[in-house]
């Protein structure tokens, strides 16, 4: 599997930002997104069991806007 970058927030600094990739997965659509880690105990008591080799990560609204821009449909 390989990941092809759509883009980054804009707010964020050079090299230290929440990011979104896609994938080239055949079988089905698939995104990699890069973000803050979660760790407020709160919001993981919300979320609840998080399985082994699953992670929550916090990525902004701007980043989300990217999932439209899927490689191959004609997206700028």
Known sequence: MRAQFLGKDPASNVGDSPTL???D???RRTYIA???AVT???V???VGPVPEG???VEIPEDVLR???RHPGEGAP
Do not use: C
């Open 34 to 36: 890069q973000g803050w």
């Open 40 to 42: 407020d105990p709160e």
């Open 21 to 23: 990739f896609a994938t």
């Open 54 to 56: 699953e992670a929550i």
């Open 25 to 27: 997965r055949t079988d």
């Open 66 to 68: 990217l999932y439209t």
């Open 44 to 46: 993981l008591a919300d």
